[in-house]
């Protein structure tokens, strides 16, 4: 199994929850990407997209966890990939669409129907969540 964290705005400090499941995981031998999505702090949905695009060159086996805009960038990729799914995905703390982000352009407004959402989390694919 391989995990994928990905970070919201702002990016994640040392002392972040999802740099603390990182360390443990990497200390478990599990083999984790963590990156740095590009201009954290003023993020653009191709931009990030590129990244996780990259990421996901070899969906099989890999547990994805979002943070925060990177859950807005998951239901984006759900919304427009054709792509194999992933084993499971978390989603942790999404911004509602209603608070205002200053900086973020192109993840709002969101519009991504649950059966995308399922398909890219294996549900049809492997018959669970």
């Known amino acids: 199994m391989?995990?994928?964290?990905?970070?919201?705005?702002?990016?994640?400090g040392p002392t972040?929850?999802?740099?603390?499941?990182?360390?443990?995981?990497?200390g478990r031998g599990e083999r984790v990407s963590y990156p740095?999505?590009?201009e954290p702090d003023a993020p653009r949905l191709e931009a990030w997209l590129h990244v996780l695009d990259a990421e996901l060159r070899d969906?099989?086996?890999?547990?994805?966890?979002?943070?925060?805009?990177a859950c807005v960038l998951w239901l984006q990729h759900a919304r427009r990939?054709?792509?194999p799914p992933v084993e499971r995905v978390l989603l942790a703390?999404?911004?509602?669409?209603?608070v205002a982000l200053p900086g973020v352009r192109g993840?709002?407004?969101?519009?991504?129907?649950?059966?995308?959402?399922?398909?890219?989390?294996g549900v049809h694919a492997r018959g669970r969540l």
């Not at 703390?93 to 209603?98: T, Y």
């Open 2 to 12: 391989r995990f994928l964290i990905l970070h919201g705005l702002q990016g994640s």
């Open 16 to 26: 972040h929850w999802q740099t603390w499941l990182a360390g443990r995981l990497r």
């Open 36 to 38: 740095d999505l590009p």
């Open 59 to 69: 969906p099989d086996g890999l547990v994805v966890l979002c943070h925060s805009l």
């Open 81 to 83: 990939s054709e792509g």
């Open 93 to 98: 703390a999404p911004p509602s669409p209603s």
């Open 107 to 121: 993840f709002f407004p969101l519009s991504v129907e649950p059966a995308d959402v399922a398909r890219l989390g």
